[in-house]
């Protein structure tokens, strides 16, 4: 669902519905490496990391 470049000489087809999703969903991603714990991964029990991923989303999207 990335678009391809304007030099392309066959441009490609791609959703641009799909596309906006993605770059909502790095961004996302990206807030969460804020956090320091989460983007170091601290946490090596996987339940205590995504306890943690649920943790920071839940602050995060609240403010």
């Keep these: 669902c990335i ?3 304007r030099s392309r000489e066959k441009p490609v087809k ?3 519905r799909k596309y906006k999703r993605r ?3 790095e ?3 990206g807030r969460l490496k804020d956090w320091r714990r989460v983007a170091t991964r601290y ?3 996987p339940t205590v990391f995504f306890s943690a991923i ?3 989303a ?3 999207f609240r403010l």
């Design 58 to 60: 839940t602050v995060i």
């Design 27 to 29: 961004i996302m991603f």
């Design 14 to 16: 791609y959703d641009k």
């Design 23 to 25: 770059n909502r969903i």
């Design 3 to 5: 678009p391809g470049r």
């Design 43 to 45: 946490d090596r029990c």
């Design 54 to 56: 649920c943790l920071a």
